[in-house]
Every structure is written in structure tokens, then in C-alpha cells.
């Protein structure tokens, strides 16, 4: 086996300190608590609703402003160009994604206690897979409502894809779309991994050193 | 004389005369002096501009309740801009709202009487402030609405009440709504429908006062008992409270029982009476068994129950009757005379501990005038109604002067005149009937304009005008053209009314009412058939109704939207079926199918393709 792979995996079966495994603790609580917080919030403004209508994005349903109207005001609004109602039955990601965040707060508490590097980065890798997926699945819906349009719509309109971030016009509406604070509280746990990973990693390389000499 | 001498003297006589004629003119028309005639009253225009714009978007400071008179509607008006934001309609059909179309509202109207003579709008009240749940309107048939302010629509119409003949004097509460008090102004043999000839109109006829109780929680109206009163006419009321409370004050007017011209044979003696009831004692009265029932109403007889009426003279004819914040005055005009008369009510009550009285009109005490009254405050001509603001400011319209006087409690002396435009009725000052009035502005509600507006023809509007009574000098700031008739108003502060905007979905019980486009359909059982239909944009759905000639067809309407100002209407032609359902609510309308094929579609403009929101009624031959 080349020593690369070796002091690597050597590495890998080291215990992990202190503070890692805090930042990893943490991470693991702002994970569960991302489940109860907005993780992103679509804002639409027209004319006629200056008040604007808005939608909150959890990972386990829409919630549309002002008492869940607004949901029914967007659909309506979409009937005429033929849009399928936004409907929470009709997203898979509402029951998998909390199914997912629980079992990357439980990789994170495994690392906390069982400490090795290996399952430091395990969950770290895990957390980054998923993050990447929910964000290309969340961005793919988008894609997918604005442009699968029935042929029969009262009002006939080009595909179009809602803005993931940021202002976008769309016919009458100015459309705003921001993460919440469940995506800032799922960075904040993509930050302290990363600190919690880097901490173990230098960790290993001054041990390893020690170890050499 | 040659010929060319006579045409000579002629044209020297001609321009003499003419000269004359110039100089005899302007000798009998002298200019209108400033502030009279067809300029009227005019105002500080930068001042007026700012105390009353109210930019677009912004709200504004008060509800203005205006009555609308022999229209049968409610007005309402937003302070200070004076617009008119909304109609309520009451004891008429109203197709705008579809009020009177619809199963619900056609019964409530009732097919009797298709138009009332609404004039006093009374808020509800509690403690004697307004409380912003209920509006109740009187009008001259007997009858007596509720308005209910969480949205605006009319909930009850009760009446026309047994015995009372000519509701003008109503619909006045009681502090806490305990009561709602009407009056008859025109005497008639009782119970209604009796006979009695026109000459033993003295003796034969009667005046009647009714209390309605208000359930405090529904706000629903019930006859509770009536008072036998001379045939005088009952005109204006206004309640005590605090100082006064379980008092109401009804003037009146023909004290002579006259019959004929009234003008003339009404006007004989110098005095009339203001009518002090007691209705606390009367309502214990009731509760006692007291009385007859006369029409299917207990009528108690103060002449066989003392210590429920007594009589305080007035001036002759007067019209309001108003009772100060602290309800330690009454104030009371004739209307022909040029003061207005301020009673102590404490002097009241030793007069009558005192027996203090200087006759009695069949068995009903009539209190010495000198021993009540407190002052007689010199306004001008033709006090007709005060009105109050804070610190004991009252403000009294004068008819014949055309203006308002302003004056204090206590000090009796006039502070200022406004001239007004013109004839002035009734005054609304903001919350000027309630404890504790607010002052700030004050609208004098005009029976003429006199064109000060674009001309509409002959039938003129009426016009309803805002005064500043923010300091003591009072200014003129904006004249309104109020839809008929504005006979009197009350005005309350915005934040005081809680109007909801939609009807939510759970509060919806209706039998026939359906969310899912689902549900919507046709059902029959025998010759009876129940559409169920769904209104939300842009669709009436179902859209065709299949129906056989000769059934008896209900079609209920429910409007899913839960948006602000989404309403639906639903028009079918040819039947006179003109339903508007607001967001949340559903409305049925039940009638009898004819053959053939009509239209039905969406009356309230709603959204970009509510042209195409229609359907048919399919009528087939039986």
C-alpha cells in the first residue's frame, strides 16, 4: 500500500478532539432546527398586491402568506397559464427531506461519539451530497412548474424558470426569492463541520508527525 | 305739434323714462352683501386644502353614517375628504350589491313595502360612547334595521311595529343599546287599522312611544313594550346619560291637536312640550304586568302608571332635542323662535319631587317652564339640533339664518356664526352625540344647494358641509353633494370599526354551499331542483344548468375566493336575478323555470377573462 493511503487511513482511525466534536454538536443541532424554520421564501409583488404575495419554502411543505391565502391566490393566478397547482402532495421532497435532515443530525452525533476522523467525514461528505441534491432538486421543481404548461391555457406563455436567487420580472410581478433562516442555519452547520473537519484534520497531521518522528 | 316735434318729445321722453327706470333699479336691488346669496359661505382655500386632503392611498380619520333619507339607504362617507366609500342598502333593492335579489334579503325586505323613509342612524353604544358593532337605522313605516359594522350589511329588519304610526322619532338608543326607542308623528286611532273620525281627532287618537330591546350579544331587535302618549306628533329623541340616564327626551309638536293645515293650526299656541320619559320605570312597568295589551302589545297608560312622563315646555315646534356630554342639560328649540332653551335636568327632578307643574295634557304632568329651564342662549333664527364638542362647545344649526352658532355650556353666550349653504337640518359633530365628544369637525347637513355645483337639472342634490371646529373660530372647508337625503348622521372614529374583509370559509354554514368544483352540480327531487354552483376566477361552474320547464329551480352561488374585493356577481337574464356574493359568502335565489335558453354570467368586473365567465340555463319543454 503506498504511504499516502496508509498515514491516510491510519489518520482515519484516530480519535478527534474536543472542539471538533463540539462544532459537530452544534452543526447537529442547527440541522434539527432547520426543519422548523423557512428555508427559503418566494415574494411576489404587482400592482394589485402591494401587500405581495408570499410562500414559504420548509422541508416538509409550502406555506403560502397571510394565513396560507396567498398559496390559493398563487394557484389561481397560475390556472390561467396553465401551470399544475403547487400542491404539497405532489413533492417527494416533503417526506423525504426531513427523513434526511434526521439522519444527518444522527451521522453528526455518531461522529461526536464515536470521535474517529472516519465519521467525521462521512457525515461531512453526506451533508454536502445532500445540500447539493436538495438545492439541484429545489432549482429542478422550479424549472419543471415553468415550463410544463397545459397546451390548453388561457394565457400562453413561453416556459419560464422563477429565480432561485435574487429579483427576477415576470409578466406583472417582481419576483423576489431568498434563502431562509433554515438555509442559514443548515451554512451555519456546512460551517462548522468544515471548521470541526479542518480541526481534526490538523489535529491527525501533528499527531502523525509526532508518530513519524 | 308737427310730426317731427312729437317724435322729438317721444325719444326725450322715451330716455328720460328709460334713465328713471336705470335709476329706480338700482335704487331697489342693491348688491347681496358679502357672504349671502348664491356665493354663500366660502372658505380659506390653502387651509380648507389641507385640513381636508387626504392623498391617494391614505385613509381617512372617520366613518361618516349618513342617512339616506326616502332612498332607504345608509351613506357612507370617510372624514375629512367627505368621499363617499360605500351605500348600505337597507329598506330598498339595490342592485349594485344584489341586496334584495338574493332568497335571504327578498324575505327580509319583505314584498309590502319596497321603499322606507330612513332618517336617524344611532351607532350602538356602551357607557354611552360608541362601541362600533351595530348601526340602526328607523324608517317612517315602522320599522326599525340593524346594520351590523363587521361587514356592513344589513342583518335585521323589524316592524313595522303594531300601533306605531309615522317612525320619524327614532331609531334613539339607550347608553348601554339596552333600548332602541321610537315615536309616532302622526297620531292614529290605536290599534293601527281602527277607525275613529278626522274631528274627534283630540280625544280618539293616539301617540305611541315604543321600546325594542337589543339582545347585547346577537344585537337582534324585539318589541318590549309602548307607552300611550296624547296625539301630539313625536318628532326628535335623544337619551340622558350619565347625569340623565334612564331618561329619553322626545319633542313634539301640535300641542293645539290640531287637525288641517298644521302649518297654520299647529303653530297657535307659543309653547310645545319635550317629552321626559322615564324608561328605566317603564320598562319595570312592563316587567310588573302593567297596562293593556292593545294591538298584541303591552300599552302602558301613564296616566294610570305616574311618575313615567312628565312634560317640559319648550319653545313652539321644536325639532331636536339634545342632551349634553355629562347629561346635566337638555337643549331645546322651537324652530320658529330665535333661541334656543337649556334645561337642567337636576331642576327637572326637584320640579317634579316638587310637583312644580303648571298643568297637564290627558293626565301627564306638565312641568313649569320657569323652574326648569336654565338659560335661553340667543343663536339666531331657526334652531333646529346641537350638537357638542369637548369643553362644554355646542354648536346649534340655524335653519332660517342659514348658519350654525357655537357657543358654551354655562356661559350661554354665542362665540361664533358660520354661514352655511344652505337650510341647514341636522349637525354631525365627530362623536358629537356621544360622553365624550372629539371636536375637530363638524358637518352641517343642508337641505338646499342652490346650485353651488355643476348643474344636474332641476332635481338638485343635497349638500353636507365640513367645518373645522378645531379652534374657536370655525371654518368652512369643503362642501359635499350627499346623496339624498342626509336628515342626520353620526360620525365615528375609524379605529373604532372592525370590518372584516372576506368571509372565511369556516364561518360559512350555509346548507348549499360547496368549496370543490366537485361538488358543484344539479340535483332534483320531484319538480324541485338545487344547483350548486361555484363562482372563482373566471369560471361559473357548472356552466349549463339543464332544467325542465315548470320547476321550481334554487340555485345557490357560493364564491370560493378568499381574496379582498374578489366578488362574483351572477346575473340571469330575463329573470330578474341579480345576485353579487361576496368572497366567502353563498347566496340562493329560488324561482319558477320557463322554456327556453338564458344567459347567466359574472356581473362584478373580476379579473382579466371575466367577460368569458358565463353559462346557460337550459330550460327544456316539459
Sequence with gaps: MPPILERTAR?????????????????????????????????????????????????????GGNGGQDLKEINLLNHYIGMRDLAIEDFTEFQWMPFALGGL???????????????????SVMFVYFGAFSLWSFGYKLYRYGHDLAPTAAVRVDGFTPPMFGHKAIANFDVYSYPQAGTYAMLGAILLVGTGLWMAWRAEDDVGTGVST | MDKHRLARVSTWLA????????LAYSACSPSAPPGSGRAGGSSDAAIAAQRTYVAPGDLDEYYMFSSGGHSGNIYVYGLPSMRHLSTIPVFTPYPATGYGFDDESKAMLGDKLTWGDAHHPALSETGGDYDGRWLFINEMNGRVARIDLRDFKTKQIYGPVPNISGNHGS?????????IMMASRFSIPIPKGSYAPIDKYATEYKGVIAALKVDPQSGNMDLAFQILMPPLDYDIGDSGKVASDGWMFYTSYNSERATGPLEVTASQRDRDYIAAVNWRAAAEAAARGEGDMIGGVRVIDPAKVPGLVYLMPCGKSPHGVDVSPDGKYIIGSGKLQGVTTAFNFEKVQTAIRNKDFEGDEDGIPVLTYESIKDAEVEVGLGPLHTQFGPDGMAYTSLFVDSAIASWRIGEWKVIDKVPVSYAVGHLAAAEGDTVSPDGNFLVSLNKLSHGRHLSVGPSQPESSQLIDIGEEKMKLLYDAFTEPEPHYAQIVKADKIHPIEVYPKEENTHPLAVWDLKDTGVTRVGNRVTAKVIAVRSTLTPTAIEVTEGDIVTIAVTNIEQTTDELHGFALLDYNINLVVDPGETK??????????????????????????????IVKPR
Excluded at chain 1, 418566494?42 to 419554502?57: G, S, V
Excluded at chain 1, 444522527?106 to 462521512?122: I, M, N, P, Q, S
Excluded at chain 2, 331609531?171 to 333600548?179: A, C, D, G, R, V
Design chain 2, 171 to 179: 331609531s334613539f338608543l339607550t347608553p348601554n343599546t339596552e333600548y
Design chain 1, 11 to 63: 489518520r482515519l482511525h484516530r480519535p478527534v478532539g474536543g472542539w471538533p466534536r463540539l462544532c459537530f454538536l452544534l452543526a447537529a443541532i442547527l440541522v434539527v432546527t432547520a426543519h422548523f424554520l423557512p428555508l427559503w421564501n418566494l415574494t411576489m409583488f404587482a400592482p394589485q398586491y402591494p401587500d405581495a404575495l408570499r410562500l414559504d419554502i420548509f422541508d416538509h411543505a409550502l406555506v
Design chain 2, 15 to 22: 330716455i328720460s323714462a328709460g334713465a328713471f327706470l336705470v
Design chain 1, 105 to 123: 443530525a444522527l451521522l453528526f452525533v455518531r461522529a461526536v461519539v464515536f470521535g474517529t476522523l472516519k465519521e467525521f467525514v462521512d457525515a
Design chain 2, 588 to 617: 340562493q335565489v329560488t324561482f319558477v323555470a320557463k322554456m327556453g335558453v338564458y344567459p347567466y354570467y359574472c356581473t362584478n368586473f373580476c379579473s382579466a377573462l371575466h367577460q368569458e365567465m358565463q353559462g346557460y340555463l
